[in-house]
């Protein structure tokens, strides 16, 4: 939160990036200049290319901006939406990592390294956004439009890390480009701040870009209608939502749809397609030797044992595999699908027999969870334990969406350290995602078939056979291709016209939150979603009572509202901000 000199991290006579995550740090720092010498198109350029470098908070060390070990602020969320949301268990075992283990429990103080890092991260970000900000208004070569686009990408970008820093600590200070003095308390609400860089964005920016990691304005209007809806403002949320979906386009022309595949969204041989709104991107093999440009945070989340060599973390939870269960009329279990739950392999060696749950499922369930039997991508059949550290600590599976192909690793994979980079861009925002918002926008001003509708869509996509999981055509060689057999026993459904009307408001909000469950399971939202829906408190006691039944690592934990709504403020960053003897930060209630 120090003012910072503007540091150039590409050299001006580069060309622009062709997307964020592409090599915009493999050459050293030029080092620190003035105001003059970068007041122009050029140096606009290279410290907006900054601002989008700290997206995936990634130095080329593996390491973030705060030192610290990458996964610690990785911008997919994955410690703190999935796995404190209850989508998954930390994995590996009870040694490895153990500052996760008390956010998975509710059981974070302070003084945990993993929210530092996470904060400063962060921070970072919006101090590079501020110094674009600053250039802009001193560039004289540029014309106004351009002016605008400088601003408008710089300002979502500070939206996006202060959105970030808001659904998480709730209580942060604000520092902008006009700050002077950076020790600022956190007593103001910044909801209405970060309005307005979204608004600007929206206004400003244009619908189009020539490199397509660029921010443009419909991303920007989907960001500011989710500001909308997390401040509970439904009036305002809705014109935007309606004005996104009506006529939103990709930063590379395509109008706003819902991918054929649902793995499309996670496959970079087809990224930044029509669903992607404003993805992270990424790339492997960048020529640095390092995977800081390939998704680090999540370094640790593949199989242990197994080809992928690293390290076991991040496995799916019970409840979440239970979601997908669907009834016969292809439709899920909203209230009981804990009591209709999928079988495993927990407890069953490898090398013993098993055959896979022989139920209906929603196939999203084999694109986002490794299960025994099931094909692996194209890497064969899940094997079951013998790919998990321990089961007992954190159960039978593995996850999915982060994991590259066989066929296209040599591209796709970054094998340039101990653990896997991926060329998998991280998506913050999905058109699916927007798609459940808006029906969520929808029920809340009482329109429920609209509100149907636009769940509907989301699961005509996964009804589609094309989002099958498929058997292999021999499961001793899986690159020679899948069948035509679906690998389980698929089977969903459309809710059936006038369903969500008929059963009224709160039936339709409970199934689009579920919706949401399925649709963006192991993306890094569950944990915020069920905050701001204010059943944090009910869903993940239940969750804490039911899943510790099965594995160890969540034994003793315990949720309370609202403490456990937000996590604390960093004691690292209260202990900085002394002035006169006494902090300007105020700790979250229940923290202090």
């Given at each position: 939160?120090?003012?910072?000199?503007?540091?150039?991290?590409?050299?001006?006579?580069?060309?622009?990036?062709?997307?964020?995550?592409?090599?915009?740090?493999?050459?050293?720092?030029?080092?620190?200049?003035?105001?003059?010498?970068?007041?122009?198109?050029?140096?606009?350029?290279?410290?907006?290319?900054?601002?989008?470098?700290?997206?995936?908070?990634?130095?080329?060390?593996?390491?973030?901006?705060?030192?610290?070990?990458?996964?610690?602020?990785?911008?997919?969320?994955?410690?703190?939406?999935?796995?404190?949301g209850g989508d998954a268990h930390k994995g590996s075992d009870g040694s490895?990592?153990?500052?996760?283990?008390?956010?998975?429990?509710?059981?974070?103080?302070?003084?945990?390294?993993?929210?530092?890092?996470?904060?400063?991260?962060?921070?970072?970000?919006?101090?590079?956004?501020?110094?674009?900000?600053?250039?802009?208004?001193?560039?004289?070569?540029?014309?106004?439009?351009?002016?605008?686009?400088?601003?408008?990408?710089?300002?979502?970008?500070?939206?996006?890390?202060?959105?970030?820093?808001?659904?998480?600590?709730k209580h942060v200070p604000w520092i902008d480009e006009t700050t002077t003095d950076f020790n600022q308390p956190n007593t103001e609400e910044i909801w209405p701040k970060i309005e307005a860089d979204f608004l600007f964005a929206y206004q400003n920016l244009p619908a189009t870009h020539s490199q397509v990691g660029r921010v443009n304005k419909w991303a920007a209007g989907s960001y500011l209608a989710?500001?909308?809806?997390?401040?509970?403002?439904?009036?305002?949320?809705?014109?935007?939502?309606?004005?996104?979906?009506?006529?939103?386009?990709?930063?590379?022309?395509?109008?706003?749809?819902?991918?054929?595949?649902?793995?499309?969204?996670?496959?970079?041989?087809?990224?930044?397609?029509?669903?992607?709104?404003?993805?992270?991107?990424q790339v492997a093999n960048d020529g640095t030797n390092m995977i800081g440009n390939a998704n680090n945070g999540g370094m640790l989340n593949f199989p242990y044992n197994s080809p992928f060599r690293c390290c076991g973390f991040y496995q799916p939870s019970q409840d979440l595999v239970n979601s997908f269960r669907t009834s016969a009329t292809g439709l899920?279990?909203?209230?009981?699908?804990?009591?209709?739950?999928?079988?495993?392999?927990?407890?069953?060696?490898?090398?013993?027999?098993?055959?896979?749950?022989?139920?209906?499922?929603?196939?999203?369930?084999?694109?986002?969870?490794?299960?025994?039997?099931?094909?692996?991508?194209?890497?064969?059949?899940?094997?079951?334990?013998?790919?998990?550290?321990?089961?007992?600590?954190?159960?039978?599976?593995?996850?999915?969406?982060?994991?590259?192909?066989?066929v296209t690793q040599d591209k796709y994979a970054d094998q340039h350290t101990w653990a896997p980079g991926t060329a998998i861009n991280i998506l913050v925002i999905r058109y699916a995602d927007v798609l459940l918002m808006?029906?969520?926008?929808?029920?809340?001003?009482?329109?429920?078939?609209?509100?149907?509708?636009?769940?509907?869509?989301?699961?005509?996509?996964?009804?589609?056979?094309?989002?099958?999981?498929?058997?292999?055509?021999?499961?001793?060689?899986?690159?020679?291709?899948?069948?035509?057999?679906?690998?389980?026993?698929?089977?969903?459904?459309?809710y059936p016209a006038g369903n969500f009307a008929a059963n009224g408001q709160a039936y339709a909000l409970k199934a689009i939150y579920f919706e949401r469950k399925l649709e963006l399971a192991m993306e890094g939202h569950r944990f915020f979603d069920l905050v701001r829906w204010g059943i944090a408190e009910a869903t993940l006691d239940a969750y804490l009572a039911y899943e510790s039944k099965i594995t160890g690592d969540l034994k003793g934990g315990d949720f309370t509202a609202p403490q456990d709504e937000y996590y604390p403020i960093p004691q690292r960053q209260i202990d900085l901000q002394m002035v006169n003897g006494k902090s300007t930060l105020t700790q979250n209630d229940g923290y202090k």
């Open positions: 939160m120090r003012k910072s000199k503007f540091i150039l991290f590409l050299a001006i006579s580069l060309p622009l990036f062709y997307s964020c995550g592409d090599s915009f740090l493999d050459k050293p720092a030029q080092g620190a200049l003035s105001d003059a010498q970068l007041a122009n198109r050029a140096g606009l350029d290279a410290v907006l290319t900054g601002a989008y470098a700290a997206l995936d908070g990634a130095r080329q060390d593996n390491q973030n901006f705060s030192g610290s070990n990458a996964w610690e602020a990785a911008p997919d969320n994955w410690v703190y939406g999935s796995v404190a490895d990592q153990p500052a996760i283990d008390a956010i998975a429990r509710y059981l974070v103080d302070p003084s945990n390294g993993y929210l530092n890092s996470k904060w400063r991260t962060l921070y970072e970000g919006i101090t590079r956004a501020n110094s674009v900000l600053v250039l802009v208004k001193l560039a004289k070569d540029i014309t106004e439009d351009e002016a605008k686009s400088f601003e408008g990408q710089a300002r979502f970008l500070r939206g996006h890390y202060y959105f970030e820093l808001r659904k998480m600590f989710k500001t909308y809806l997390y401040e509970k403002k439904y009036n305002e949320a809705k014109p935007v939502f309606d004005d996104v979906i009506a006529n939103g386009v990709t930063s590379n022309g395509l109008k706003y749809g819902l991918t054929d595949n649902y793995e499309d969204n996670f496959n970079p041989a087809v990224e930044n397609n029509k669903e992607s709104i404003f993805a992270i991107q899920p279990f909203l209230d009981t699908y804990n009591t209709n739950a999928v079988k495993s392999d927990m407890g069953i060696k490898s090398d013993q027999a098993y055959t896979p749950d022989a139920g209906s499922l929603d196939p999203r369930l084999d694109w986002t969870v490794g299960r025994r039997g099931i094909p692996y991508l194209d890497w064969g059949l899940h094997p079951g334990a013998s790919w998990v550290r321990d089961q007992s600590y954190s159960g039978p599976y593995a996850p999915k969406k982060n994991v590259y192909w066989q808006a029906a969520e926008v929808e029920a809340q001003l009482g329109n429920l078939d609209q509100a149907q509708a636009y769940v509907n869509q989301v699961r005509a996509r996964a009804a589609n056979p094309a989002s099958y999981v498929y058997q292999y055509k021999d499961n001793s060689a899986p690159l020679t291709g899948f069948s035509t057999t679906p690998a389980a026993d698929y089977n969903v459904s459309q």
